[in-house]
Every structure is written in C-alpha cells, then in structure tokens.
C-alpha cells in the first residue's frame, strides 16, 4: 500500500524478487467502552443515526488503520471524522481515555487493553478467529462479512537475484518458519503464519498483486497521501 501513498524511489513490483510469505496480520475493530453498542451490527447502526459525528483514530495518514477505516465507511455505508495521530501508542491511549470513539488496531497492542475492559473489540478483519483471541469474532460472523483488511510480511530478494539463491533462501525461511518456539512467538504476537504451501515465491507474487489490485484504487479513490 505504501506505494500508492508515498513518492517511492523504486518500483515494487519490478525491483525486487519474491522469496516466501511469512505472516498475516489482521486488525481488531475497537471502540471505547461508552459507545452504546455491544457488537459490530449496533455500531454501524449508531454511526448511521448520526453520520459524521463519531471520531476514528488512525496511527497516521495512509496508515493501516486509516485504510481500514475508508474500506469500513464503504462497506457498512457510515460517515465519521478521521483523527490521524503521529503513531499508534497515542491513538490508542486517547481510545482508552475516551477522547476518541472507535478506531482499528493489530492484536498484539490492542488486546492487552479488551483483555483489561478497557475497550471493546467488536471483531477481527479475517476470514478466521484469532488463535490468541478466539472469542473475538470475525467480520463474516459479525455481520459486516467481506470486511477483510490484512496486512502481511514477506522476504523479498533485488531484482536478478539467480534462482538457485532464491530457492536456498525459500527453504531456509520455511525451515525457520517450522520451528515451534517460531511459530510460538508469531502466535504471540498475534500474528498469523501462512500455511506451508503458501509460504513459497508464486504465491507472494499473487498475493502482491491482488493487494495492488484491491487497495490502491481504494486509495487513490480517497485521495489519501502522505503529508
């Protein structure tokens, strides 16, 4: 997404090589405890009963949660105010103290505070619960089904990189990406391992193009770019 936002010095497709998927990483949909809503379906139905009156923190401009939050306001069909903060950490403390109504955020910093009560999670933007959260539910279940919006990681190599050096280094990140306390840590960061067929150059490729494909018209429509 980033290359649909910022002035970049290179191409991201054409400049690099594909090595291997590593993980996913969906965001929670939160908002502060006072919302009087108690699952997604009644909090589209409270922005709809006073569009544009509720604000919605992003980390930045073109952030992720930014994004997530354009993409929100066309599926559900609601209007509200965008707050772009200078990163998460504040965005989310302003959540918790309620000086701002909902925003959307990655599990491994949001979910110490749903956890503590401090705010609700109203669902995970993934076809599939979150292992460390399982009693989140995701969009499809919540009632907002097609609202997926993840972001991922991925080893890429220079362009001409020679094939047998991607190849070696494909199959020392899926050896990495086998161990247990690996996957262990992925898990507690709240992130999602690509299953081990996916984990290969063709099937970054794809997902790379049908992200470029998807997002930066959604982009470009809003007429998001960095300040």
Same mark, same amino acid.
């Given at each position: ?104 955020? !990655?599990?491994?910093? +949001? ?7 401090? /705010? &609700? =999670?109203?669902?995970?933007? @993934? ?78 490729? !794809?997902?790379?193009? +049908? ?7 959604? /982009? &470009? =429509?809003?007429?998001?770019? @960095?300040?």
């Amino acid at each position: 997404m980033d290359a649909a936002i910022y002035t970049l010095h290179y191409d991201v497709v054409k400049d690099f090589e594909p090595i291997a998927l590593l993980a996913k990483n969906p965001v929670l949909f939160l908002a502060k405890n006072a919302v009087p809503a108690n699952d997604l379906t009644g909090l589209i139905a409270w922005l709809k009963v006073s569009p544009d009156k509720a604000l919605f923190g992003t980390a930045s401009v073109g952030s992720p949660p930014h994004i997530a939050g354009v993409l929100f306001q066309q599926i559900a069909g609601t209007r509200f105010q965008f707050v772009h903060y200078r990163g998460g950490a504040p965005m989310l403390q302003d959540l918790v103290a309620g000086h701002i109504d909902i925003d959307a955020d !990655a599990p491994v910093t +949001a979910l110490p505070h749903v956890r503590a009560g401090s /705010i &609700k =999670a109203f669902a995970v933007t @993934a076809r599939s619960r979150l292992p460390s959260a399982p009693d989140i539910p995701t969009v499809d279940e919540a009632g907002l089904p097609g609202f997926y919006f993840t972001s991922w990681f991925a080893f890429f190599a220079p362009k001409g990189t020679p094939k047998p050096i991607i190849d070696k280094l494909n199959a020392a990140t899926v050896g990495a990406l086998a161990a247990p306390e690996v996957r262990a840590r992925f898990g507690d960061l709240g992130l999602d391992l690509y299953p081990r067929e996916e984990q290969t150059p063709e099937a970054l490729t !794809a997902v790379q193009k +049908a992200d470029i494909e998807k997002w930066w018209p959604i /982009i &470009k =429509a809003a007429g998001i770019k @960095a300040e």
